[in-house]
């Protein structure tokens, strides 16, 4: 009897418990032939230079990819080099709730811990795997020498919500061991740390970089959908023409405020991430045009039946 108690009750745990960690490239959103040799490489480069203390020392300190205001605007045109079949990624305020949001009540203190670390809750599942949909999805296509800009949050060191304001900049070191020294990586910030958009000088910088570049599409990812992301969408957006800036669920993040407008059982299938039901609202939708994004979140449980 003991026995059969102690195999229903690992029956138990194991079905609340999450499936094994999700291999890198999981969600990577692009069908790309060389897929499993460009992880091999990821994989390579975090376990050997990115493991080593001193380059985590150096890492910590500044950013390594370049900004675009210290870009010569001569230079803005090389660049279309690094488009991805014509396409220009930007990437608003990645891994904000770990670094800018989470309350800080667990002892995991690195991002690589915590995308490692188990949870017996769907809440807590989804937001640990849209972090790693996103850690992934920089990690590949700055390896492959795709076009990425990433929008940091204005001023975080000073930011009251940011993890690591006091010691060691540890965004920082997650912004340069996702970009793996790629010329292709840029950056600017956000004017504010909790606001996607930019200043006027900052987007009039990144409209000619866009001009000189002239990709076919721009794809946007980040977190948060309905918030900061949106900000950055909206200002962007009307300068283009329709159809040229789109945003792709599969590499953005949800805020978990906005988690109580959801079926977590939508979102989360078989232990693994889910936003097939964002990128449904998306189509729906005219791609949050005739309506925001966040409408469409707090909307998601009536509209839920009338999708399609």
């Not at 745990?13 to 999700?22: D, H, N």
């Not at 850690?135 to 929008?151: A, G, K, P, Y």
């Not at 962007?236 to 988690?259: F, M, N, R, T, Y």
């Amino acid at each position: 009897m003991k026995r059969l108690c102690i195999i229903l009750l690992m029956g138990l745990l194991s079905g609340c418990a999450t499936k094994a960690i999700t291999p890198l490239g999981f969600y990577y959103p692009k069908n790309i032939s060389n897929l499993e040799a460009v992880r091999s490489l990821v994989e390579v480069r975090n376990k050997t230079i990115e493991s080593h203390p001193q380059w985590r020392m150096i890492a910590s300190q500044r950013l390594i990819p370049r900004y675009l205001k210290d870009i010569p605007e001569s230079e803005f045109k090389r660049f279309r080099d690094y488009l991805d079949d014509g396409v220009m990624y930007i990437i608003v305020h990645p891994a904000y709730y770990f670094f800018f949001h989470d309350d800080y009540s667990t002892e995991t203190k690195e991002i690589e811990n915590y995308l490692e670390k188990n949870t017996l809750t769907k809440t807590g599942l989804f937001l640990r795997e849209q972090e790693r949909s996103l850690r992934d999805f920089l990690e590949i296509t700055s390896t492959r020498n795709r076009l990425i800009l990433i929008v940091l949050p204005g001023n975080y060191r000073e930011y009251s919500g940011y993890r690591y304001r006091y010691g060691d900049d540890e965004f920082a070191r997650y912004i340069n061991e996702v970009t793996n020294n790629s010329e292709a990586s840029i950056y600017l910030y956000s004017e504010k740390p909790n606001r996607g958009m930019l200043s006027r000088e900052s987007m009039k910088t990144l409209t000619k970089f866009i001009e000189a570049v002239k990709p076919d599409k721009i794809v946007l990812g980040g977190g948060y959908l309905g918030r900061c992301l949106e900000d950055f969408f909206r200002q962007l957006a009307p300068d283009l023409k329709d159809g040229k800036v789109e945003i792709e669920p599969w590499i953005s993040a949800l805020s978990p405020e906005d988690l109580r407008y959801f079926d977590l059982d939508d979102l989360v299938k078989e232990g693994r991430l889910n936003m097939n039901p964002i990128k449904e609202l998306q189509r729906n939708y005219s791609n949050a045009r005739d309506r925001s994004f966040r409408e469409l979140i707090r909307n998601y449980r009536n509209n839920k039946g009338r999708q399609g």
